[in-house]
């Protein structure tokens, strides 16, 4: 059977040390640099430390097409491993080409599909190494920081009303507003501030240009087509926004749009949340939470 990686790579990911000492001296470049972001990701440093003795380079690349050693830690939103990585040089501001657009350390950790109360440090680690700071209203939110998101839309009050520019979340963010943004991450506070400057809880998404070919929503096979409210990113580990936004008057009834199987269709978040749940059976709570209001 042919393994994805070789056996470097699960030594380090193991921090399995008489391993890494095994297959060094024959390793190459890549299968180092790898084992080396693997290493660091998951917090086995002594691993690391290993791993550069036989030549990884900290400031290396993963792979052309994913990004650099450092990546791996910001998409597991682990402060200690980006932190080890930048002492030894890697560089929080390289550009990689990837195959979905240039993408640096930053932007990758807010791609990660992985929520943590890490992801504040995180950010300020980054920024400290001199990651580009857009400063506006979506990166304070990222920082979860209410001053910061004021001084933001003081300073910009269209970013109230004006459709997201990014391609993440758990549920796309793309054309979504700030309080969709605010929700996805679990921030009942930054929520509350723009509900308070005028954002309606029950605010549409914009649409979202999508085919039989584009990526749906994991783990179901729905294509997301935008419209949705907020209550369709209050799920895992924004659960809580739930009841935050049903006690504001959130219509559980309001329906988002998906391509299935070809054809347009209209869920509520209770249905779309149902068809996660037949396949993970990790949705209960918010099942019920929203059964109840209905």
């Not at 180092?32 to 030549?55: I, P, V």
């Not at 910009?156 to 758990?170: F, K, N, S, W």
């Not at 419209?227 to 739930?242: D, I, T, V």
């Not at 269709?265 to 209770?270: G, H, K, M």
């Amino acid at each position: 059977m042919t393994e994805d990686y070789p056996p470097i790579f699960y030594a380090a990911a193991a921090g399995d040390l008489e391993r890494i000492r095994e297959e060094g001296p024959h390793a190459d470049p890549t299968d180092l640099n790898q084992a080396l972001a693997e290493a660091a990701s998951l917090s086995h440093f002594e691993a690391a430390d290993l791993l550069l003795e036989f030549g990884a380079d900290p400031k290396g690349l993963y792979d052309e097409n994913y990004g650099t050693v450092l990546f791996p830690s910001c998409e597991l939103l682990n402060p200690e491993g980006i932190e080890f990585l930048l002492k030894l040089g890697a560089d929080a501001t390289t550009v990689v080409t990837r195959f979905d657009g240039p993408r640096d350390a930053l932007t990758h950790l807010l791609h990660s599909p992985h929520r943590s109360p890490l992801k504040v440090r995180c950010i300020s680690i980054l920024l400290r190494a001199q990651a580009a700071d857009p400063d506006d209203a979506v990166m304070a939110i990222h920082r979860e920081s209410l001053p910061r998101l004021k001084a933001a839309l003081d300073k910009d009050p269209e970013a109230m009303t004006r459709p997201l520019e990014v391609d993440y979340g758990l549920y796309p963010l793309r054309n979504a507003t700030l309080l969709h943004l605010a929700v996805e991450y679990n921030l009942p506070n930054i929520a509350q501030e723009l509900i308070d400057r005028g954002l309606d809880v029950n605010t549409p998404a914009g649409e979202i240009p999508g085919t039989v070919d584009t990526e749906p929503i994991w783990p179901t096979t729905l294509v997301p087509l935008g419209k949705q409210s907020p209550l369709f990113h209050a799920r895992g580990y924004a659960k809580e926004m739930l009841a935050f936004l049903l006690e504001r008057g959130a219509n559980p009834k309001q329906k988002g749009e998906f391509l299935k199987n070809g054809k347009i269709i209209q869920l509520t978040p209770q249905e779309f949340f149902q068809a996660i749940d037949d396949i993970e059976c990790n949705l209960l709570e918010e099942l019920l939470t929203l059964r109840a209001a209905d």
